[in-house]
């Protein structure tokens, strides 16, 4: 068991050009704190990935994971063609709404570290502190490939353990997680369908525009306006964000410190402690 402190699920209502679609996000903390840490997870990931960072934090901070459209518990968009950053940026901004806070942290896996760049770079952006977990303003091609080699697909498994075992193969860049780390993994982001079988917890269509899209745009621009304290974190072994990027991310914009883990790829997962302390002292004594 990862986790002894289960969140209190809450939810809110987002907008498109086809309509409203319920937003799920998991909340840890005591609800009137008013330091607000958001947190947002990767491309194919969702919420329950900040289950051990949000117990951490918890002490200190009002927590709030969200589950993005078309992950999770959220509902799935009409159109897949919606599944691109200007509709999870307004999102976000409805969740920092949501919040009642003035100013709120931001906490982002790769696509939820750019967006936290692209947000903190605005005029007048309500981020007080900034972390940017395992991605930059320039990402790596050889990753978007691998990443593409699965994500999008839609493979269905008989068992919850060999639905495990495809997670562990294709997530194997996370590093050497435990039994009850890999399970947690899985079950957090997996879903048992309506003839029992397992597949992943994701609609496949967010994969349209993301392979509609060569590249993700250089994003130094959006990093040199950023003003805000900032630390990366970066797996060693990523292949996602190279060592050169994470270097000049250290030297220009916010000059963000930059905190590697050894033996791990892309993304450092946040399940222990050794990955979870310097965010959570980070956000503390900043």
Request: aromatic share 10%; glycine share 10%; charged share 20%.
């Amino acid at each position: 068991m990862l986790t002894r402190t289960e969140p209190h699920t809450r939810h809110f209502h987002g907008l498109t050009p086809h309509g409203f679609h319920r937003v799920v996000y998991y909340e840890w903390g005591d609800d009137a704190n008013p330091a607000v840490v958001v947190c947002v997870h990767g491309v194919g990931r969702n919420g329950r990935d900040f289950d051990v960072l949000g117990e951490t934090l918890a002490r200190t901070h009002r927590v709030l994971a969200i589950d993005m459209p078309g992950r999770g518990a959220s509902d799935w968009l009409n159109d897949p063609m919606e599944y691109v950053f200007p509709v999870y940026l307004t999102t976000l901004t409805a969740l920092i709404a949501a919040s009642g806070a003035d100013t709120v942290d931001w906490i982002g896996t790769s696509m939820g570290g750019l967006l936290g760049i692209v947000a903190a770079a605005q005029p007048k952006a309500p981020i007080g502190r900034l972390v940017v977990n395992d991605v930059g303003p320039v990402v790596e091609q050889a990753a978007l490939a691998r990443i593409g080699s699965y994500f999008g697909s839609d493979p269905t498994f008989a068992t919850f353990a060999e639905y495990e075992a495809y997670v562990r193969k294709i997530s194997a860049p996370f590093g050497p997680l435990t039994d009850a780390q890999w399970e947690y993994v899985a079950r957090t982001n997996g879903t048992q369908r309506g003839d029992g079988r397992w597949g992943v917890g994701y609609d496949p269509r967010i994969a349209v525009p993301f392979r509609g899209q060569p590249a993700p745009p250089d994003l130094w621009p959006q990093w040199d306006a950023i003003r805000c304290p900032t630390l990366v974190l970066r797996g060693a072994d990523s292949d996602l964000l190279s060592p050169a990027t994470a270097l000049q991310m250290s030297e220009r914009g916010p000059r963000a410190r930059v905190i590697e883990f050894a033996g791990v790829g892309h993304a450092p997962m946040l399940l222990d402690s050794v990955q979870t302390e310097p965010v959570a002292e980070f956000l503390r004594n900043v």
